[in-house]
T-cell receptor, first 112, second 116 residues
Framework: DAKTTQPTSMDCAEGRAANLPCNHS???????VYWYRQIHSQGPQYIIH???NNETNEMASLIITEDRKSSTLILPHATLRDTAVYYC?????????????FGGGTRLMVKP | GAVVSQHPSRVICKSGTSVKIECRSL??????MFWYRQFPKQSLMLMAT?????????EQGVEKDKFLINHASLTLSTLTVTSAHPEDSSFYICSARDGGGSLEQYFGPGTRLTVT
């Protein structure tokens, strides 16, 4: 699976949009971009994933660049409960490729 | 979304004893389960991949005789830390792959192991 690069940490004001970038310049054509987050002392929580089109769900939006070498996770109105480590992972989405490889992630601190 | 549970959530044991951690998929059948370990301020590291009815596949550097994995049913995998030592103290997290449909992975809440 392709490696990803994320900033180590970010701050965001409560109520503002949090934009978390991820670089995945070696992504292959059949690899998806996945985002998970981990709140302190809990298991990771799935947020969103996409292949090439932008995606939106009740939690977040995912913007993938046209060349697919980078993406941005957007939390439109961050709350204090969104403070967590956010992991960007790229992987194929089939039987063989379901192992998730976690990098360092971005530690997002939402401040009042 | 799908639910994965782990038991116990926290365990403290003495050095030299063995500890069993259970991972259950509550509303789907998981042909594959994954076990991760996470040390403080570090990311999750995959320890092993557990397939129902067959032997687990261990990542490099993970001792299969120390971390015994059993995946006897489609909803249960167990990780036994044998002869635990203080350096085994960690946060152990399992995930389960929905083999029936989406193939997505769902994570358990984790088990905090402290070896004294």
């Amino acid at each position: 699976d392709a490696k990803t690069t994320q900033p180590t940490s970010m701050d965001c004001a409560e109520g503002r949009a949090a934009n978390l970038p991820c670089n995945h310049s070696t992504i292959s054509g059949n690899e998806y971009v996945y985002w998970y987050r981990q709140i302190h002392s809990q298991g990771p929580q799935y947020i969103i994933h996409g292949l090439k089109n932008n995606e939106t769900n009740e939690m977040a939006s995912l913007i993938i660049t046209e060349d697919r070498k980078s993406s941005t996770l957007i939390l439109p109105h961050a709350t204090l409960r969104d403070t967590a480590v956010y992991y960007c992972i790229v992987r194929v989405n089939n039987n063989a490729g379901n192992m998730l490889t976690f990098g360092g992630g971005t530690r997002l601190m939402v401040k009042p | 979304g799908a639910v994965v549970s782990q038991h116990p959530s926290r365990v403290i044991c003495k050095s030299g004893t063995s500890v069993k951690i259970e991972c259950r998929s509550l509303d789907f059948q998981a042909t594959t389960m994954f076990w991760y370990r996470q040390f403080p301020k570090q990311s999750l590291m995959l320890m092993a991949t557990s397939n129902e009815g067959s032997k687990a596949t261990y990542e490099q550097g993970v001792e299969k005789d120390k971390f015994l994995i059993n995946h006897a049913s489609l909803t249960l995998s167990t990780l036994t830390v044998t002869s635990a030592h203080p350096e085994d103290s960690s946060f152990y997290i399992c995930s389960a792959r929905d083999g029936g449909g989406s193939l997505e992975q769902y994570f358990g809440p984790g088990t905090r192991l402290t070896v004294t």
